[in-house]
Every structure is written in C-alpha cells, then in structure tokens.
C-alpha cells in the first residue's frame, strides 16, 4: 500500500444528542474520501466547545485535560493508520475505527497451489490406485519446476492463479521435458493440465479460489487409433504363463474376442 492515501481527525459536538444539558463528543475520521464516526462516550457543555478548532476552550485545567485526551485519541488512531498501511489492509475511516475499537476481523485463508496439490494427493492416495497417483506426482512435480524456472517462486497463491498461468504451464510442458529423452506428447501435455483442472476445481468447490482459471481453455486431445495384434504378439500372449487364475480368464476372453471380431485383418497370406 503507498503512502499516498489521505487521514484526518477531526472533533465534533453533537447538540441534538444533549444529556442534562450536555453534548456528547465525537471523532470524525477521513481515510481516502470515506468518512465515519466515532463516539468518545465524552460530554462536554456547549459553551465550553470551541467548534472552529474542534477542541474546548482551554479557559481551565479540566478543559486543558479534555484536550489532552482528544489528541490522544488523534494520536491512537494515526497510529492504528499506519499500521493498517503497512500491513497492506484496505484502508477506510470504518477500518481506522474497527482498529481503534479493538474489532478483528476474520481474515480469509489463503492457500497456496502446491498446497492445494499436496492436499488433494494425500487425500487421493486411498481413492486412486497406485498407478494414477504417479501420474498425479509426476504433475506436482511439473508445477514445481515450472515455478521454479519460469516464475523464479518456490509456490503461488491461488488467488494469482490466471489463464495466463495456465497457457504458460502448457507451453512449459511441450517444450521443457522432465526427461530430455522423454519429451511429452500432446496427449501426455492434456493429462497434466487436467489433472491441474480436477485439482483447481476441488480447491472452488472447497471456497478456497473464487475464479476458476481454466475457464475458457479447452483440453485438446488427439486421437489415436491402435494398431492391430500381429498373429506373433497374439500367438504370444495365448502361450504366456500366467498364475493367477483371474488373469487368464480375462486373458482368453481377450484372445476369444481377437478370433470372433471379424474386422480383424489377417497377417496370413
């Protein structure tokens, strides 16, 4: 937050609001263009009110003692403005007096993405299998080498998650590989970014982002037919030995289908 915002305290007698003849006194508080008041719970009659300078005429020790008291008042809350400033708080004459007043506000909780990541992996490992949650890894491990190298952060907050982050982290993975002698395809590049999609969806659904990034970017996979069995992988696979008995019936099942499928072309001549 600059220093460039304006304060400013000034004192003012209320004398619609008299109590045995009395006015109550309060501080009009500006931050910014926004004004409020607050009450000092403080009576004073009026003619011992000095409305130009916003203080009681000093005519007796008493009164020199009130006026003492207003600029410490003054004093209380240019303090509790500073401190507002420096902590980067949105400044306005209602957060001035919350301060004064010693209300605080509950802050929201601001997660971070690898945070989020982590949690969402930890809880997964007792849904997903074994060979799912490696790839979940394997992304987490994309992300923090991503910050590292193009963003030069060890993590981000999710409330600065953009589409600019995301179409950034798509161009890392194309042309960055983990492995420079496994670069990812465009299929393998799509299932990072949704398995980013899936876990920046549950941290919204969770209230801990309020914009979800990837709105507006699209998954683009390619399709890709597989090849047929030669008759050699098939002969193969029927003579491999397998010990568990589920695993062969899933395997003849397989090579069933193989014979009776009549699309299947023949390598015979």
Known sequence: ???????GVHFVMRNNKQLNGKSPVYARITVNGTRCELALKEYLSPNDWNSGYGKAWPKNNAL???????????????RHYRELQMQGEALTAAAVKDAYA???????????????VSQHNTIMQKVLKKGSMKNYYTTEKYLKVFLSQQLKKDDILLKNLTYEFVTGFEFYIRSSPIKDSDPCTNN?????LERLKKMVA???KNEWLDKNPFIGFQLKFKRKDRDFLTDLELSALENQALDNPM?????????????????????SL
């Open 64 to 78: 020199k003692k009130f006026n003492s008291y207003l600029e410490e008042v003054r004093g209380k809350l240019a």
């Open 247 to 267: 695993l062969q019936k899933v395997r003849d099942l397989f090579v069933f289908s193989c014979y009776t499928v009549s699309s299947r072309p023949s390598t």
């Open 102 to 116: 010693g209300i605080v506000k509950e802050k929201k909780v601001e997660h971070s993405l690898l945070w989020v």
């Open 188 to 192: 393998g590049t799509m299932k990072h």
């Open 202 to 204: 549950w941290a919204v």
């Open 1 to 7: 937050m600059t220093s460039s915002g304006t304060f």
